[in-house]
């Protein structure tokens, strides 16, 4: 079974001081630069909701936010239209697509300081509240394909995840802590994006 969306969020190391209207301006210019592997569309601005979207990059399958929920600045990566075949393939291109726009992110010069997302945290919400409900059986159902999933992104280090709560009023999701890692680059290179 596959959700109809999962996401996955990385965390800023260091959010404080970070102005949100700075990443219209940023991906904008990833759409005219095809800086992503997918066609991007537009750009939103939602910073008026509170701890809500924050600053939006829509593309044709998946979306990118700069969001601030629970008051905690992020990059939410959401894979809005599946195309794989199994919930692991899933989940390991949408840790891939996730963790090549944080790097983009901490890559581009015009962040002062410079942007540095956290790899030693991450959240993974499963967006489909039908087929996924925030309760202890969806946490079976998946806990195979996490673990597996994990032990890749993580090469083979302490990793571990648990639901973040279980209240049928809120999208089931998992916060996961590695052990080992200290930047993105030691992710990306289990996730073979870099070169």
Same mark, same amino acid.
């Given at each position: 079974m596959i959700p109809l969306r999962i996401q996955v969020k990385f965390f800023l190391e260091n959010p404080d001081g970070v102005d949100l209207s700075a990443f219209m301006g940023v991906f904008q210019r990833w759409i005219q630069q095809h800086a992503l592997e997918e066609l991007l569309i537009d750009v939103a601005d939602y910073r008026h909701?509170? %701890?809500?979207?924050?600053?939006?990059?829509?593309?044709?399958?998946?979306?990118?936010?700069?969001?601030?929920?629970?008051?905690?600045? +992020?990059?939410?990566?959401?894979?809005?239209?599946q195309t794989s075949a199994d919930l692991q393939t899933q989940l390991r291109d949408s840790f891939r697509l996730a963790l090549a726009a944080c790097k983009l992110l901490e890559n581009d010069t015009s962040f002062e300081p410079r942007l540095k997302f956290r790899a030693d945290e991450v959240e993974i919400r499963f967006a489909d509240r039908l087929q996924f409900p925030n309760k202890s059986e969806t946490f079976n159902l998946v806990k195979a394909d996490l673990e597996a999933v994990l032990a890749e992104v993580? +090469?083979?280090?302490?990793v571990r995840f648990?639901?973040?709560?279980?209240?049928?009023?809120?999208?089931?999701?998992? %916060?996961?802590?590695? %052990? +080992?890692?200290?930047?993105?680059?030691?992710?990306?290179?289990?996730?073979?994006?870099? +070169?």
């Open positions: 909701v509170f %701890e809500g979207p924050g600053i939006v990059l829509i593309g044709h399958y998946s979306d990118y936010f700069m969001e601030n929920h629970n008051s905690r600045v +992020g990059l939410l990566y959401t894979r809005k239209r993580y +090469g083979g280090g302490a648990a639901p973040v709560q279980q209240d049928a009023r809120h999208i089931f999701t998992i %916060e996961v802590r590695g %052990e +080992g890692v200290t930047s993105l680059s030691d992710l990306l290179r289990q996730t073979s994006v870099e +070169g």
